[in-house]
Structure formats: C-alpha cells, structure tokens
C-alpha cells in the first residue's frame, strides 16, 4: 500500500503558490548575500553599509527639517 503524496496546501493554489515560491527564493537569496565573501572583505562591507545607512538617514532629518522651517516661514 502506498501512502498519498503529501502537497503543500499554499503550492496547490496557483497563484498563491508562485507568490509563495518567488518569496521562499527571494528570502534565501537575502540569507545568502555575502556568503562567498572573505570574513575581512564583509566586515568592511558592513562597515560602509551601515556608514552608508547612517549617512542616508542623516541627510533625510535634515531634508525635512529644511522643509519643515521653509513652510513656517510662509
């Protein structure tokens, strides 16, 4: 006697089960990032990105302060 094969009930839906898929891709392809990278190469990788980041968010409060001081000024 053979058991019935086992689906996943979301990967029987169409739709559903490619939106699903693509996401389970993406989110593996985010885990992977940096993987083929020397240890010393991504800690200066990350050093920049989050100085980057940090920077970028920086330059948004001011934007929006400037904003913010234009439009009292009206």
Known sequence: MTQPEETDPVSSIPV??????????????????????RPEVRATAK??????????QIAAQAAQLATASVRRMK
Do not use: P, R
């Open 16 to 37: 559903l089960g490619a939106i699903f898929a693509g996401l389970s891709e993406a989110f593996d392809a985010l885990l992977s990032i940096g993987a083929d990278m």
């Open 47 to 56: 050093k920049v990105v989050i100085s980057a980041i940090i920077v970028t």
